[in-house]
């Protein structure tokens, strides 16, 4: 446990760190821009297809896809109802801390440590159906749905879509690997060394991102949307976890990896999405800052319940 929880709090010290040195002058205030262009488009993408180096697909917990798929949607449509009449800027900061969960370099971590590799398989089918949403649809529907926080609006139609998922580095990584994956093709074990070598320094960078578009500035309003986020998030994240663990049809350990997802932070491309839109960038690091920190109280009291 205490391993697990070091490395959870050395995920908040990086954010802290990239704040101060902002705060510093180390870093501009648009420094974060040059490395979110490096996680979205290398880190990313190395950290995804080393995931695939060991992955088999088993077709025996297809059901977990649809379940990270499902629980995308079901927090897209929860921000499209709480924001209704709000501002373009208001309903995009609302979706991408709603929607998403950080799986790959936040829970799998602590499933390795104290699930079995079982469940740790039902946690990466699980991450599948998440990854297609937050890696590009999402950001492809909200673009053409909602727009841009200045009133822009792409075109809604198939082509615009899946033009921004094309344009999506992560996201075509994601499935292509998948469906590498699928035909049984595996790469040859020096190009896993090198994307190991790259995606490792991928949540040290996507935390050191958000810790540079921290702000804690924060108006009465803003607070309001923070406080009514943070309160919608972990009320639907707890009983949905709570109905895995006690109502779910699956085998113990897939109820509790799948109630350890939906418990998860934000996912920490949010806030980059955020900004290609034109929303508050600031807010949405704040709000994924504390739900990392949440996550990893939450995380903590789990394990101490199913082992005590």
Same mark, same amino acid.
């Given at each position: 446990?205490?391993?697990?929880?070091?490395?959870?709090?050395?995920?908040?010290?990086?954010?802290?760190?990239?704040?101060?040195?902002?705060?510093?002058?180390?870093?501009?205030?648009?420094?974060?821009?040059?490395?979110?262009?490096?996680?979205?488009?290398?880190?990313?993408?190395?950290?995804?297809?080393? $995931?695939? /180096?060991? %992955?088999?697909?088993?077709? #025996?917990?297809?059901?977990?896809?649809?379940?990270?798929?499902? +629980? *995308?949607?079901?927090?897209?449509?929860?921000?499209?109802?709480?924001?209704?009449?709000?501002?373009?800027?208001?309903?995009?900061?609302?979706?991408?801390?709603?929607?998403?969960?950080?799986?790959?370099?936040?829970?799998?971590?602590?499933?390795?440590?104290?699930?079995?590799?079982?469940?740790?398989?039902?946690?990466?089918?699980?991450?599948?159906?998440?990854?297609?949403?937050?890696?590009?649809?999402?950001?492809?529907?909200?673009?053409?749905?909602?727009?841009?926080?200045?009133?822009?609006?792409?075109?809604?139609?198939?082509?615009?879509?899946?033009?921004?998922?094309?344009?999506?580095?992560?996201?075509?990584?994601?499935?292509?690997?998948?469906?590498? $994956?699928? /035909?049984? %093709?595996?790469?040859?074990? #020096?190009?896993?060394?090198?994307?190991?070598?790259?995606?490792? +320094? *991928?949540?040290?960078?996507?935390?050191?991102?958000?810790?540079?578009?921290?702000?804690?500035?924060?108006?009465?309003?803003?607070?309001?949307?923070?406080?009514?986020?943070?309160?919608?998030?972990?009320?639907?994240?707890?009983?949905?976890?709570?109905?895995?663990?006690?109502?779910?049809?699956?085998?113990?350990?897939?109820?509790?990896?799948?109630?350890?997802?939906?418990?998860?932070?934000?996912?920490?491309?949010?806030?980059?999405?955020?900004?290609?839109?034109?929303?508050?960038?600031?807010?949405?690091?704040?709000?994924?800052?504390?739900?990392?920190?949440?996550?990893?109280?939450?995380?903590?009291?789990?394990?101490?319940?199913?082992?005590?």
């Amino acid at each position: 446990m205490l391993v697990v929880l070091s490395k959870a709090l050395a995920f908040v010290l990086i954010i802290l760190i990239g704040y101060i040195c902002k705060r510093r002058g180390f870093f501009s205030p648009t420094d974060y821009q040059v490395v979110s262009k490096i996680v979205l488009n290398i880190t990313l993408p190395c950290a995804v297809i080393n $995931s695939f /180096a060991h %992955f088999e697909m088993d077709y #025996s917990l297809i059901a977990a896809v649809f379940l990270g798929l499902f +629980g *995308n949607l079901m927090m897209l449509f929860v921000s499209l109802m709480l924001t209704r009449g709000d501002t373009p800027a208001t309903k995009i900061f609302y979706i991408f801390s709603l929607a998403g969960y950080n799986i790959g370099c936040f829970t799998l971590p602590f499933a390795q440590a104290f699930l079995t590799p079982f469940a740790v398989v039902g946690l990466c089918m699980f991450d599948v159906g998440n990854s297609i949403m937050c890696t590009g649809m999402t950001y492809a529907l909200t673009a053409s749905c909602i727009g841009y926080a200045d009133g822009r609006k792409d075109k809604f139609s198939m082509k615009n879509i899946t033009d921004k998922l094309l344009h999506s580095v992560p996201f075509v990584v994601y499935i292509s690997m998948l469906l590498l $994956s699928l /035909a049984g %093709f595996h790469f040859p074990k #020096s190009v896993y060394t090198f994307t190991e070598i790259v995606g490792t +320094g *991928n949540p040290f960078l996507s935390m050191l991102m958000i810790g540079m578009m921290f702000e804690i500035k924060l108006d009465k309003k803003a607070m309001g949307y923070v406080k009514e986020l943070f309160s919608v998030r972990y009320a639907i994240s707890l009983l949905c976890a709570a109905a895995f663990l006690y109502l779910a049809p699956f085998k113990q350990e897939i109820n509790y990896v799948i109630a350890l997802a939906f418990m998860a932070p934000c996912t920490i491309i949010g806030p980059i999405f955020v900004e290609k839109l034109g929303a508050n960038v600031q807010l949405a690091s704040l709000f994924n800052s504390l739900t990392i920190i949440t996550s990893v109280i939450l995380f903590t009291a789990f394990f101490i319940i199913i082992n005590g």
